[in-house]
């Protein structure tokens, strides 16, 4: 799993992080595309999702999962498959600029 956060790390540099953090329920996905509009963001990662404008380009939603612990693994990219799907996603796309939705700062 290091390995996976060293290689983004290097794929990262030169590329704008953002991140919209809040607690559940308070709108995050919901205002994601507002925020990416206005400051030119091309990729949103959003519970397990990669998504370009309003198309879904990798990952899966942690919000069809059952249980609450299969959607906090899946929105933190716990599944080695379902990481690499996006990390190869990522590497195909071209982007400046990307927004991470979160529920914590740490």
């Known amino acids: 799993m290091m390995r996976f956060f060293k290689i983004l790390f290097w794929f990262f540099r030169g590329v704008r992080v953002y991140a919209l953090v809040g607690s559940t329920g308070t709108g995050k996905s919901f205002r994601a595309k507002l925020v990416a509009q206005k400051y030119g963001i091309e990729m949103i990662i959003d519970d397990g999702l ?3 404008g309003d198309q879904l380009i990798a990952g899966k939603s942690a919000k069809k999962e059952a249980l609450y612990l299969g959607a906090v693994k899946t929105a933190l990219f716990h599944d080695k ?5 996006v990390a190869k ?4 796309e071209r982007f400046r600029k990307i ?5 914590s700062e740490k």
């Open 50 to 52: 990669l998504i370009r």
């Open 81 to 85: 498959a379902h990481r690499d799907e």
């Open 89 to 92: 996603a990522l590497q195909r």
């Open 99 to 103: 927004l991470v939705i979160g529920t």
